[in-house]
């Protein structure tokens, strides 16, 4: 029986980004050949629309506004923190539900990141919200630059 990927909506090739595009998965044909993908895209769930305006971090990364230390605002100065965090949870009770295997998840993102994020307009290490709930889980958690595991491959 095939494993169970999660992976960002934007890399399955959904139009899900803020600017409404997408950006599949450069082995989106292989992923969906060998395993069962789950798409989610964590600012949709949390309530954002499609378009929407691009955020980025103040004070910290997804890890920091967990601990309630940084924001993430939107380009006209809106905080979008609780609809970020309400992403957060949702993606979380679907990782509970289907148990994935993998974890694949854009990076550079300020949900999905798992490397770098901007933070109050610069490249910097850091992770995105989603991603950081989803740390202190069990899962491997990929991005698109990272290989794919063997089984995947
Ligand atoms: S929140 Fe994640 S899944 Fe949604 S568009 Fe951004 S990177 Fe893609």
Known sequence: MPGTVVISGCLA???VRYDSASRPHPALAELSARAILVPVCPEI???LGIPRLR?????GDGAAVLL?????????????TAAFLTGAEEVLRIVELVS?????FKEGSPSCGL???D????????????????????????SEEDPLPDWLT
């Open 13 to 15: 090739g959904l139009h």
């Open 45 to 47: 769930l949390g309530g």
């Open 68 to 80: 309630g230390r940084a924001k993430v605002v939107d380009e006209t100065g809106v905080d979008r």
């Open 115 to 117: 490397r770098r994020v």
């Open 119 to 142: 933070i109050a307009g610069t490249r910097q290490r850091g992770r995105g919200v989603v991603a950081a709930r989803l740390k202190a889980y069990s899962i491997p958690m990929i």
């Open 100 to 104: 994935p295997s993998l974890i694949v």
């Open 55 to 59: 955020c980025r971090f103040f004070g």
